[in-house]
């Protein structure tokens, strides 16, 4: 190792360093930086300022080379990247190349990354819903997995903290499977969508409601929001191109402007972590070593404190790859579970029909976001007719069948290509399955294979089992049962079996937060429990994955933990 000045080692010195800055990295760096700590951002990314680094957000549709579409060349030389639903011509800007960072698929996975200041709070979906008791219980019904160490009474101040701030539509709905927050007001379902929720609040006398999706989108912006300086969201659903308005949340509009007006922000663009220095005389971790992605050279920067925000996978690639003789299979990794039980959302199927009312309607304008059926399988407790565990959250929306009469020669042809007719509303909706944490969904460091940067490439060893099969029929069951009773006819079951984990974007753990050393990386703080110093909020330290969306939970998660670290850093416990 290179011998530095100290004039040196204080320039690369700070109170705190967090990894990444996408949604919980974001957070991690607002609430250090408001309470005072110099905090260095690390991102492997290049940097993305808010509005003037979204290069197509104002483009219309003519002034696209090709119409939007993704070009074949990109196509193949992208065949991962590219089945991702926001990935086109406007947004393909904010997405990793397959390329660029190559990964090891044991079995079939499709990794999506944002390498990139913001992460993928880019282009994320938006949608954010809390969780309730009974998903923090589930390792406690059926066995699988360890004991959360908190319960909702422990996040629940802390989904309000975050809710005010990132600003999230929605109604208030009185459940107590989804539990409301800190609401704007609620975008509008449709005619078709309330006729459904009220038909299926009359045959399942509101067990299976179907409620407006809850969304991190400024439908009245609040005095905290325009304080960001953000503004209304103008419902022009292109969110993945970045959205010069501040519409929806993301770190690039919200937490990392925020953290920089306080002065106490470096964010540093272009850094890839290579791993966590740990200082065995000291019994703690000193700081991270870092390479240059443009020179690939070394430096290594110092802190009291570690937020490690890298993403899921990415987290767990770095603590893997922080090795020292205490810890040789990677930083506070005594149970050797670290990497392992990880899960994701299941994303496969779907199930969409149509329906012959409301000829009379249609929609006008444009919706970033539909309707909501939350979990209504093995709630409680199990169901007697489930063969299953665990259950499933689903989306619904509709919208009327639009085409052209192509009948016709010359101009009359022409008149009927213009005029635009209406068949019935189609209506879909897709499942999103809570997976099982198995010590054989794991992620792990390749002996030999390296990636541009050096580190080992990421073994990806993760795949569908049995429960996620019986779960899809029973999606398929119950949904046919529900679209029927409420009138809905040429009902069709869509599965892609071939469609790999994944590309949901949801995936976590491989870090998990639990009550015993023995089977969990983290304590309740988020606390690497042999390495106090060293937390992880990020989608790697959720012990099960439930049914709900993740990032809100993620963001809660963080900003309960920065600001626990604050406090023993001026205790002097840390």
């Not at 991270?288 to 890298?310: C, G, L, P, Q, W």
């Not at 993760?462 to 009138?487: C, P, R, S, W």
């Not at 050393?517 to 690497?528: A, D, E």
Request: some cysteine; overall charge neutral; proline content about 5%.
């Amino acid at each position: 190792m290179s011998y530095f000045n100290i004039d040196s080692i204080k320039e690369r010195t700070f109170d705190a360093i967090v990894i990444g800055s996408g949604i919980s990295g974001g957070w991690s760096a607002k609430e250090l930086c408001d309470k005072g700590l110099k905090t260095l951002v690390l991102e492997r990314g290049r940097d993305v300022r808010h509005v003037t680094d979204y290069p197509t957000t104002m483009m219309q549709p003519w002034e696209f080379e090709h119409n939007g579409q993704i070009t074949r060349e990109v196509r193949e030389a992208n065949p991962i990247a590219t089945k991702c639903y926001a990935f086109h011509e406007g947004s393909q800007q904010f997405f990793l190349k397959d390329s660029e960072q190559p990964y090891i698929q044991d079995k079939p996975f499709d990794w999506i990354r944002g390498n990139q200041v913001g992460g993928k709070s880019l282009m994320w979906a938006r949608g954010t819903q809390r969780w309730s008791q009974y998903d923090f219980d589930g390792p406690a019904r059926d066995g699988y997995a360890v004991e959360w160490p908190i319960g909702y009474k422990d996040i629940a101040p802390w989904y309000s903290y975050v809710e005010k701030f990132a600003g999230i539509s929605g109604n208030k709905d009185g459940l107590a499977q989804l539990p409301d927050g800190e609401f704007l007001p609620p975008h509008e379902q449709s005619c078709v969508e309330k006729h459904f929720s009220k038909e299926m609040a009359k045959h399942y006398k509101g067990a299976r409601p179907v409620i407006i999706g809850r969304a991190a989108h400024l439908t009245k912006p609040q005095p905290i929001h325009l304080k960001q300086g953000r503004g209304q969201c103008q419902h022009r659903n292109i969110c993945e191109r970045g959205c010069p308005f501040g519409g929806y949340f993301s770190s690039n509009s919200s937490t990392l402007p925020w953290a920089e007006k306080t002065g106490n922000m470096t964010l540093r663009p272009h850094s890839v972590v290579h791993s966590i220095i740990y200082d065995e005389q000291k019994g703690k971790a000193t700081g991270v070593r870092v390479i240059d992605a443009n020179t690939k050279e070394m430096t290594e920067y110092y802190a009291k404190i570690i937020f490690v925000n890298a993403s899921t996978l990415n987290s767990n690639l770095i603590l893997l790859n922080s090795i020292s003789s205490r810890f040789p299979n990677g930083l506070g990794n005594d149970n050797g579970l670290l990497g392992k039980f990880v899960a994701f959302h299941n994303f496969r199927t779907t199930i969409s029909g149509e329906y012959e009312g409301f000829l009379d309607t249609t929609t006008a304008g444009i919706r970033p976001n539909g309707s909501y059926i939350p979990r209504f399988r093995n709630m409680f407790k199990q169901d007697d007719s489930a063969d299953f565990i665990r259950g499933y959250a689903a989306g619904f929306s509709g919208s009327r069948i639009t085409y052209n009469d192509r009948s016709g020669f010359g101009e009359d042809l022409k008149s009927n290509l213009m005029q635009q007719k209406y068949g019935n509303w189609r209506v879909g909706s897709h499942m999103m399955g809570e997976t099982i944490p198995k010590e054989t969904n794991f992620v792990a460091l390749d002996k030999d294979l390296k990636d541009p940067y050096g580190l080992p490439q990421l073994h990806i060893n993760v795949g569908y089992d049995d429960n996620d099969e019986k779960m899809i029929k029973d999606f398929h069951q119950q949904m046919t049962e529900m679209l029927t009773l409420a009138g809905f006819t040429n009902i069709k079951t869509h599965d892609k079996p071939d469609k790999a984990p994944g590309l949901d974007i949801h995936e976590m753990g491989g870090v998990r937060m639990g009550k015993d050393p023995k089977t969990s990386q983290l304590n309740k703080w988020n606390q690497i429990h042999q390495v106090k110093n060293v937390f992880v909020t990020d989608g790697a330290c959720m012990t099960t994955n439930s049914t709900q969306n993740p990032s809100l939970t993620f963001m809660a998660i963080t900003a309960r933990a920065a600001n626990h670290a604050v406090e023993e850093l001026r205790k002097g416990n840390l």
